[in-house]
């Protein structure tokens, strides 16, 4: 009994050295190996000996008993299982809140997102057919030009080029990174990025010995849960504010970085972008071709430009050009109100464009309302990242999500040996003693959410 007391002290002096900054930045309580260096399980067993040797020494009857070794007999940490002890911990303590409604609100928007959402590569599929239509096209005008004329005049550098192309301005602006032609290329832009080690998502991870005790004291909970907690702990673009705490050196566009795994804040919010572009194009375009004076008005332009080609049967081809240009245009606007901090209507029609059929000659300034619809309605960027972390596979984005921890931490004086894998969930210590009855050895396997045995 002497020693079972001794032994399960000691153990819970060793659960309670958590690492305060875990707990301070994510609500989490773990054991970080490394006491400030490298990870090593030499160390939490040194630990334990240590508050035995402590609880031994003291005194009462405990001088009867002579401690002769310890041991770590298992360890979960964190990264074990695809990340599953840190998501149990993270459902904890979000089961502390009533979160209801919130996840009632994300299960509809993601159904009445994933109804309107064109499947993958509609947009860019009608763009490749377009683009192969052209080029028919041009060559029938040319050959046509080269028979009327007899042989074709000699032209100036760069005469080719542009004639094979209706909208050769569109095409150089196309040219520039996507979040320049959204936001302008002076717009101020998250500059963080994950320098250092390999991210623990993409290196091999220190792992545990398959501990899994009976007694789990945590509920199992709703998985969408995590994705709430992601979305408070955890910075998006989104944010306006300077963020709280070690923000140096760290990303700043987090959730991004979870869902897209980039380096850089620019490569994660480009990444956002262009997946919002992808869903916005295909809507765009779907109106467009659909509203009969729309592409009145485009083929109406596609006549100036076939007919001195003498390929007016072709006007079709390149009225679906404009119209597609438009429609890429339109969504250059959608996607700057989001990243602005606006909203837009999930379902949208021919009425709430904001650009018209010149903004595809004069892109750099393609005018029209910029305001979003009222607020609380529609589409945000922040409900557009919560619909995605929503639909992201659970290890991945857990285990990413231990990236940004990892890179916060480093972040602190003192802290940039740290490692999320070398942080303990759970633990079996052994206890060898020699007393008046004989040499016996006492274990105790115990864990944060887990009953004591």
Known sequence: MKAEIAVTAAADSVLAEYDRDLLDL?????VDTGYGAEPSAERVRDRFFWYLEENLSGPGSFRSLSLTGTSLEEAEYAADDGGAPLRR????????????????DILVLTDRFQGISLPDGSYEAMEKQNRRDLEGAYRKGKERREALAGEEPPGEEGEEASMDDPLPGFSDFRQRGLLDQILGPEA?????????????????????TGFVPEGRMYPEADPALMDLYLTEKFRSFADREEPEGPAAGALTCQQEYILYGKDSDRENLEAAAGELMLVRTGINAAILLADEPSR?????AALLVTVPLLIPEASGIFQTAFLLAWAYMESLQDVRILLEGGSLPLTKTRADFRTGLTSVFHPESPGGDM????????????????????????????LRAMDVMEAEVRCLPGRAAFRMDGCLTGLSLSASFEGRGGSFSVTRRTGYDRDRQ
């Open 188 to 208: 101020s832009l998250p500059s963080g990025s994950l320098s250092g080690r390999e991210p623990l998502s993409r290196r091999a991870r220190l792992r545990g």
């Open 296 to 300: 009145a008005e485009a083929e109406a």
């Open 89 to 104: 911990q993270i459902y904890a303590y979000m089961a502390a809140d009533p979160a209801g409604r919130a996840l009632s």
């Open 371 to 398: 305001s979003s619809g009222p607020e609380g309605t529609g589409l945000t960027y922040e409900s557009f990242l919560r619909i995605r972390l929503y639909l992201e596979p659970e290890e991945e984005k857990t």
């Open 26 to 30: 994510y609500g989490l309580l773990m």
